[in-house]
């Protein structure tokens, strides 16, 4: 069965920073796009950041020049680098396959990030 776990959420004050990973349960997601997205209380589900298999990558404004996206092909793991976090960062979030992103098992289960002082 397919699965995406993600990792790595936690309280942080603001300016810290975390790694959130995403394991994939099959090599066969190396192949795919894949793709951060956070969701806030109250607030819709937004893109964060995207990488190819080429490891082209693509920030939302909100990330830009903060976040890194990355990828280790030979673990099936992706990674989101955040720095420099800030309270407005806070939200639950989700690694997802992209291309399948309309089917709910290629999404994990997400991972909390809080920032707070």
């Known amino acids: 069965q397919v699965q995406l776990v993600e990792s790595g959420g936690g309280l942080v004050q603001p300016g810290g920073s975390l790694r959130l990973s995403c394991a994939a349960s099959t090599s066969i997601f190396s192949l795919y796009t894949m793709a951060w997205y956070r969701q806030a209380p109250g607030k819709e589900r937004e893109l964060v950041a995207i990488i190819t298999p080429e490891r082209i990558t693509n920030y939302a404004d909100s990330g830009e020049g903060r976040f890194t996206i990355s990828r280790d092909n030979a673990k099936n793991t992706i990674y989101l680098q955040m720095n420099s976090l800030k309270p407005e960062d806070t939200a639950v979030y989700y690694c997802?396959?992209?291309?399948?992103?309309?089917?709910?098992?290629?999404w994990g289960q997400g991972t909390q990030v809080t920032v707070s002082s």
């Open positions: 997802c396959v992209v291309p399948l992103s309309r089917f709910s098992q290629y």
